[in-house]
């Protein structure tokens, strides 16, 4: 059984920083790419940044680009999400989520196969 688990959310003020963390289990399980999404009250869930798992390529939202930053450790089976210059408009819950198959459009929800069950981001102004 795979299972994501996040941590690292918190409340922070507008220009500050938070780290995220996604553990990945679940046996002989390999993604293909790692995603993080996130979602505010009242809008629909939005792609944020994504890594391949092997190999290199990241994926990143206009939104972010500059400010976030992902990477990841295979040895330790765990995703990173670094936050910088977070601005209001960044709070949401936060997801982790694996893709199983390539050849997706990994910046859609809809790519993915398995998720975390999200970590509350807050910046205040």
């Known amino acids: 059984q795979v299972q994501l688990v996040e941590s690292g959310g918190g409340l922070v003020q507008a220009g500050g920083s938070l780290r995220l963390s996604c553990a990945v289990s679940?046996?002989?399980?390999?993604?293909?790419?790692m995603g993080w999404l996130r979602q505010a009250p009242g809008k629909e869930r939005e792609f944020v940044v994504a890594?391949?798992?092997?190999?290199?390529?990241?994926y990143y939202a206009d939104s972010v680009k500059g400010r976030f930053a992902i990477s990841r450790d295979n040895a330790k089976n765990t995703v990173y999400l670094q936050m910088n210059s977070l601005k209001p408009e960044d709070t949401a819950v936060y997801y982790c989520?694996?893709?199983?198959?390539?050849?997706?459009?990994?910046?859609?929800?809809?790519?993915?196969?398995?998720w975390g069950q999200g970590t509350q981001v807050t910046v205040s102004s």
């Open positions: 679940g046996g002989t399980f390999s993604p293909v790419v």
């Open positions: 989520a694996a893709a199983r198959f390539s050849g997706r459009s990994y910046y859609t929800a809809r790519a993915y196969d398995y």
């Open positions: 890594i391949r798992w092997s190999g290199v390529g990241t």
